[in-house]
């Protein structure tokens, strides 16, 4: 059974930072495309940021710069680093898992981001 459980969301003020967590079981992680979406109160759900198994990184244009996504094989968990925060990167962030590029196989439950004065 996979799991991918998500941790470190939280509130911040703009120009903030956090680093969110998603640790996978259930799942040979290496061979697996990891990604983080999001979704912000009556809008779709959109990809933040994906790492392949080659560790080849794809980013929103709105966060380029920002945010930095990477992935420990032994810890068989991706992270994703959020710094300079805005009001517009409030959202739930979900990882997922899969084994072809932009065909997410698994998701997690979500954490919440609310960046806020």
């Known amino acids: 059974q996979v799991q991918l459980v998500e941790s470190g969301g939280g509130a911040v003020q703009p120009g903030g930072s956090l680093r969110l967590s998603c640790a996978a079981s259930?799942?040979?992680?290496?061979?697996?495309?990891m990604g983080w979406y999001r979704q912000a109160p009556g809008k779709q759900r959109e990809l933040v940021a994906r790492i392949t198994s080659g560790e080849t990184t794809n980013y929103a244009e709105s966060v380029k710069g920002r945010f930095t996504i990477s992935r420990d094989n032994a810890k068989n968990t991706v992270y994703l680093q959020m710094n300079s925060l805005k009001p517009e990167d409030t959202a739930v962030y979900y990882c997922?898992?899969?084994?072809?590029?932009?065909?997410?196989?698994?998701w997690g439950q979500g954490t919440q981001v609310t960046v806020s004065s």
């Open positions: 997922n898992a899969g084994i072809v590029v932009g065909s997410p196989a698994y």
């Open positions: 259930g799942l040979t992680f290496s061979i697996y495309v």
